[in-house]
């Protein structure tokens, strides 16, 4: 069974920083795509950034330049570093997980394994 944690959200002031982690376990997959999602209030959710077993990645246009993901394998642990936070990055964040063939992953792609989420709020 899949399982994958969230924790790191917080509040924080704009121009700040905050690094979100996600623990996988279950997931066995040589070749696979994780990824950060965020939902803010009466909005839909929207990808942030995606990165592969070969350490490819991906990002929104919106986080690019601020926001790193990366991975620590023997942790098996994703992480979201933030940085140069906005109050519009406000939100729910959410780890994302599955498989893929031979395509590389975008950060907006479909996921099959979802975590339930932390908060970020950021206050101007």
């Known amino acids: 069974q899949v399982q994958l944690v969230e924790s790191g959200g917080g509040s924080v002031q704009s121009g700040g920083s905050l690094r979100l982690s996600c623990a996988a376990s279950?997931?066995?997959?040589?070749?696979?795509?994780m990824g950060w999602f965020r939902q803010a209030p009466g909005k839909e959710r929207e990808g942030v950034a995606a990165i592969d077993d070969d350490g490819s990645t991906s990002y929104a246009d919106s986080v690019k330049g601020r926001f790193t993901i990366s991975q620590d394998n023997t942790k098996n642990t994703l992480y979201l570093h933030m940085k140069s936070l906005k109050p519009e990055d406000t939100a729910m964040y959410y780890c994302?997980?599955?498989?893929?063939?031979?395509?590389?992953?975008?950060?907006?792609?479909?996921?099959?394994?979802w975590g339930q989420g932390t908060q970020v709020t950021v206050s101007s």
């Open positions: 994302a997980a599955d498989w893929r063939a031979w395509d590389r992953c975008r950060f907006d792609r479909n996921f099959g394994y």
């Open positions: 279950g997931f066995t997959y040589t070749r696979y795509c």
